[in-house]
Nanobody, 121 residues
Framework: QVQLVESGGGLVQPGGSLRLSCAAS????????MGWYRQAPGKQRELVAA???????NYADSVKGRFTISRDNAKNTVYLQMNSLKPEDTAVYYC???????????????WGQGTQVTVSS
């Protein structure tokens, strides 16, 4: 089973920046699209950024222009650079594979522990 470990979260002031890392236990990023997800208290988990095996990226409207997803296949690591952070970005951030099925996209279970991002002054 592929393990994904998120790191890099912490407490940051509004307008600040953080870079999250997602390390995989094996080389998968050339095989599967990857996504960064977040879940705030009382809210559903949402996809905020995705990257294809070819390097194409997509972002949720709420983070477009502020977040950048990237991938380093040699290091088995996916990154999320977060700039101009807002309090509403506060959430636990997770990475996961995005797997195409006959019924659409799905993720792989189990999810990791994620990394907490708190944006507050």
């Amino acid at each position: 089973q592929v393990q994904l470990v998120e790191s890099g979260g912490g407490l940051v002031q509004p307008g600040g920046s953080l870079r999250l890392s997602c390390a995989a236990s094996e080389s998968i990023f050339n095989i599967y699209p990857m996504g960064w997800y977040r879940q705030a208290p009382g809210k559903q988990r949402e996809l905020v950024a995705a990257i294809s095996t070819g390097g194409n990226t997509n972002y949720a409207d709420s983070v477009k222009g502020r977040f950048t997803i990237s991938r380093d296949n040699a290091k088995n690591t996916v990154y999320l650079q977060m700039n101009s952070l807002k309090p509403e970005d506060t959430a636990v951030y997770y990475c996961n594979r995005r797997i195409w099925t006959a019924t659409g996209w799905r993720t792989s279970d189990p999810w990791g522990q994620g990394t907490q991002v708190t944006v507050s002054s």
